[in-house]
């Protein structure tokens, strides 16, 4: 293509070295700008423009590029006086209601840009661009149903489009109606037979219904279609897997990996399997190795630190649950494993750090800190316990268990008369936690509070 306008392009390029004026046509100037832009020279683009409209003022190509440009820099003002200019000029230029809908769209006001969109099909012989955008600015609104019809039509009117079927199937699914993904995935076929997208979707849509025999038909016939097509023989593995037949799943994942470069997810279920076939040695290798490949694999680093865990290993399990942290530092599924370790090993002080480590990466659930509260009664830091149960009861007011508590670090730090109101306030709600009871027996004594 480039061979076409070269000539112009070299010329033009001459004239800058040279600051020299010559004339250009306006096609010659839209071909030149083109240039530019596909090899992202966009200051030498701006330029095109510009002198192309100081010799050709009005000439709508020059003018749409140039708003183009201005919209693709973020400056929606001045592409959008272009544009208006233009429709003026040309009010049926399908061109000028695409850009103002992508203006309305960039600024989230996708309402009017489907209204724009609407506008345009009025004079548009090709319809089939406009009903994608439409479909993409409903989708974007989360309106499925009405993104539907539009990505239905972009489909009728090209079976091989399929990010259109994506996208509709993707609507289909939100609005729970998988049984119409099923149907067009059907008519797909009728004409494409072959059609392995299509077979891998249905394959999917029939997994998520449980219609395992007919997802892996589906699978099948997606493989028929293309036998390197990694995809159909993962999920094919999956539904193998979930079907007990795991040496069929192995096979299945193990065709992925000669097909392409090894993969730490394909990797970990292949060990994952082994391990449901009782083979341990061939399970930790596998995880191993998907490890090696990913070091943020946090499934294959919990499944692993399990193994060594039912074997009673802490010692094993303590040192893959540290390199596990090194790899995957904001991992809420590591840190909750590393603090189950640490605190069935009497590691408190570590456990006291993993739960905290959890609530600040987000994680405000109440586990964590109860998890905190249970690591530092068992050290009797009750100083510690008292301001974490403080701060807890901020978060979670109605927690009847701080208040009890709190109570008991209050008398185990010699504040019995404030240790009063919070054990009230327990009190008259439930009794007290049989944990908390045999931690803090003073609150069970009814003495406590009598002297």
């Avoid at 112009?8 to 083109?34: A, C, G, P, Q, W």
């Avoid at 006086?81 to 850009?99: A, C, G, M, T």
């Avoid at 009190?427 to 004594?445: D, G, R, S």
């Amino acid at each position: 293509m480039f061979r076409e306008y070269k000539e112009s392009v070299l010329k033009f390029e001459d004239m800058l070295r040279t600051n020299t004026n010559l004339y250009f046509d306006s096609t010659e100037f839209v071909n030149i700008t083109h240039h530019y832009i596909d090899n992202a020279n966009f200051s030498l683009a701006e330029k095109a423009i510009s002198m192309g409209l100081q010799q050709h003022p009005n000439n709508i190509d020059l003018m749409l590029l140039s708003s183009e440009l201005l919209i693709f820099n973020s400056n929606y003002d001045s592409a959008y006086k272009i544009l208006d200019i233009v429709e003026e000029i040309d009010p049926i230029n399908k061109e000028v209601y695409l850009q103002k809908a992508t203006i309305y769209s960039k600024n989230n006001l996708g309402q009017k840009a489907i209204e724009i969109l609407k506008k345009a099909l009025d004079f548009s012989d090709d319809k089939y661009e406009i009903w994608n955008m439409i479909g993409m600015e409903f989708l974007l609104l989360e309106e499925y149903n009405s993104a539907i019809p539009f990505f239905e039509k972009c489909i009728k009117n090209d079976s091989d489009d399929y990010q259109s079927l994506y996208n509709l199937i993707f609507c289909y699914e939100n609005v729970n109606r998988d049984k119409d993904s099923i149907v067009i995935l059907n008519d797909i076929l009728e004409k494409s037979p072959y059609s392995k997208i299509a077979w891998h979707q249905l394959g999917k849509i029939y997994s998520k219904l449980n219609m395992n025999k007919e997802a892996i038909s589906s699978f099948d016939f997606a493989i028929i279609s293309d036998d390197e097509f990694t995809s159909a023989y993962i999920e094919k593995g999956k539904l193998l897997e979930k079907d007990g037949k795991y040496n069929e799943a192995i096979n299945n994942y193990k065709i992925t990996i000669r097909l392409n470069e090894p993969n730490s997810f394909i990797i970990m279920r292949i060990g994952l399997c082994y391990l449901k076939l009782k083979n341990c040695k061939l399970g930790k290798k596998f995880l191993k190795k998907a490890i090696r490949i990913d070091s943020t694999n946090e499934s294959a680093w919990i499944e692993l630190i399990d193994l060594y865990l039912k074997d009673d290993n802490y010692r094993h399990a303590s040192y893959l649950i540290d390199k596990a942290i090194s790899s995957n530092q904001e991992s809420i599924k590591i840190l909750k494993k590393s603090f189950e370790i640490n605190y069935k090993k009497g590691s408190f002080i570590q456990a006291i750090k993993n739960a905290e480590n959890l609530i600040e990466l987000g994680d405000l659930k109440w586990n964590n800190w109860k998890n905190i509260i249970k690591c530092l009664i068992k050290i009797k830091s009750w100083d510690k316990a008292l301001k974490t149960g403080l701060k807890a009861k901020k978060i979670f007011p109605t927690k009847v268990y701080l208040d009890y508590l709190i109570s008991g670090c209050l008398i185990k730090l010699g504040k019995k008369n404030e240790a009063i109101y919070f054990f009230q306030n327990a009190k008259k709600i439930k009794k007290i936690p049989q944990k908390l009871a045999e931690n803090f027996p003073e609150l069970v004594n009814e003495k406590t509070f009598l002297s």
